[in-house]
């Protein structure tokens, strides 16, 4: 199988270290030089187009076709979800949470102020637990906002919690569990093969729900 | 800025040919709003029957084919897409649904090098529930799984179905009809064969076909039959539809649309519009 007619659109930061190391584990060339500038590597016989791009646009770019697969955390997925994309694989690295978090062990009392970057996520968690909520929107350094007073609470994305402890924040509970999905553009997947060779090539087989998939176009329909 | 004036004009004669083959075959037109009450339209269906039901039952004739025409609002996006929405409405059913079929294929004829660039993926929400039914997955279980699919969720919909049997699990591939009926035949011996041989002639003879039971539809209203034309290489729909059932304001709907999406289809046909033209 000739991998020339495919690009993967790959999320920079922790997604793409985690996708080189389970791209060279299965043999795939890596193209992408870690002291270049360069975004866009052109698909090749051996491997897969890859392009590089904000975690946030990656639904976006698989969305309109500009690549056949993405990947990306689901906590990305959830924030800003497309119906245009396709869940193919749980690719079973780049494990986090997205948590609420706070001053003390505390469910909130009363109406309360959340400071986060995840708005829909948050707030589709506090209308399901039918909590009154102000959201109040931050793009970084949350771990401050109880200490400064600006919000007693956060929901925040974590890792080991070490930057939650640095700040005497509690996780309160666990929102959503997230990893690195394989995305596919919905039309591509139904009428490339090539897309669902790819997933097959970088599934992981330690993944509980890898062993069991079973979607996806089988054999050539071109 | 003579192409760019080039290119909306001949983007509006594509507009006007394919609404004047709706009108020549009966079709009504329903103009609806753009945006009411501060929800921009994400999708004609609503709005046709919201105005429809405004009338009085006993002063609707079935069936009655509508059209819409005009932006709808892609909030994935965050951009609007020119589109004309049609709709056969009434208790027609399964004779319906080649009617609609039909309607579209005499629309893909139109031109020759669409149906070469074009790829019709059918799957069917009926024959899915029933499938899961027969495999005894509780009620609560089967609707989760359907709201995976219609958000594109396939892992999270796979992982409620790991227990069925490999035929039914096969249903949800992307597959030509002989693999689809096989698979269908060995899990759902009771589903109308006759009526998917149908559905299957009338595409097939102009594009090819695939079947595949993921294929839900975005909207929660598709009943049965659903569909999607694609555009081969490109990665976008040209049309989107299905059979679906919606209550307006306590009255019950039930017919057959799609969406047809301009944008797509110009960038397929341009290269043959001028040669087709009147």
């Known amino acids: 199988m000739s991998y020339h007619n495919v690009t993967i659109a790959i999320a920079k930061g ?76 749980d690719l079973n690295f780049a494990h986090c949470r997205v ?85 596919a553009n919905q039309s591509h997947w139904r009428t490339k093969p090539e897309v669902e060779q790819v997933r097959r090539t970088l599934k992981n087989d330690d993944s509980p729900m890898d062993s069991s998939a079973n979607f996806g176009p089988k054999g050539s329909i071109l | 800025m003579d192409e760019w004036l080039n290119q909306n004009h001949r983007e509006y004669e594509l507009m006007m040919m394919v609404i004047n083959q709706f009108l020549e075959q009966g079709f009504y037109p329903v103009p609806t709003a753009p945006a009411q009450a501060g929800h921009y339209r994400e999708d004609h269906t609503q709005s046709i029957l919201e105005l429809l039901s405004s009338f009085p039952e006993s002063h609707i004739q079935f069936p009655l084919q509508v059209f819409s025409l005009g932006p709808v609002y892609d909030p994935g996006y965050g951009r609007w897409a020119e589109t004309i929405d049609v709709e056969i409405l009434g208790s027609g059913g399964s004779r319906h649904d080649l009617l609609a079929l039909e309607l579209i294929m005499r629309l893909v004829a139109t031109w020759p090098n669409l149906a070469s660039h074009t790829l019709m993926v059918m799957g069917h929400v009926g024959l899915l529930n029933q499938v899961l039914v027969t495999e005894s997955v509780p009620e609560i279980t089967i609707n989760q799984i359907l709201a995976y699919l219609r958000a594109g969720n396939l892992v999270a919909a796979e992982s409620l179905m790991t227990h069925l049997s490999q035929a039914s699990r096969q249903l949800l591939l992307s597959e030509p009809f002989g693999d689809f009926l096989e698979n269908l035949r060995k899990s759902l011996p009771q589903a109308d064969f006759e009526h998917l041989s149908q559905l299957e002639q009338i595409v097939h003879q102009h594009v090819e076909t695939r079947w595949d039971l993921s294929l839900t539809g975005n909207w929660s209203y598709y009943t049965d039959l659903v569909f999607s034309l694609y555009l081969k290489d490109v990665g976008q729909p040209v049309l989107n539809g299905g059979r679906f059932a919606l209550d307006i304001h306590g009255r019950s709907w039930q017919g057959i649309g799609f969406t047809l999406y301009l944008d797509p289809l110009y960038q397929a046909v341009r290269q043959e519009m001028g040669s087709l033209m009147p």
């Open chain 1, 14 to 89: 922790r997604i793409m270290e985690g996708t080189r190391s389970l791209w060279q584990q299965k043999g795939l060339p890596w193209p992408v030089d870690e002291d270049s500038r360069q975004l866009w590597f052109a698909p090749e016989n051996e491997r897969p187009g890859v392009l590089i791009a904000r975690a946030r646009d990656i639904p976006t770019l698989v969305g309109l076709g500009i690549a056949d697969l993405g990947i990306v955390g689901l906590d990305v997925l959830e924030e800003y979800p497309n119906t245009h994309v396709l869940q193919v694989a």
């Open chain 1, 99 to 183: 948590v609420l978090a706070g001053q003390k062990n505390q469910w909130p009392v009363g109406p309360t102020r959340i400071a986060t970057k995840y708005q829909r996520i948050a707030q589709n968690y506090f209308n399901v637990h039918r909590h009154p909520v102000e959201i109040l929107p931050l793009s970084g350094s949350l771990e401050l906002a109880p200490v400064i007073g600006l919000a007693p609470y956060i929901v925040d994305i974590v890792d080991t919690g070490n930057t939650l402890r640095q700040h005497h924040l509690i996780e309160i509970t666990t929102i959503l569990k997230s990893s690195a999905r394989l995305i």
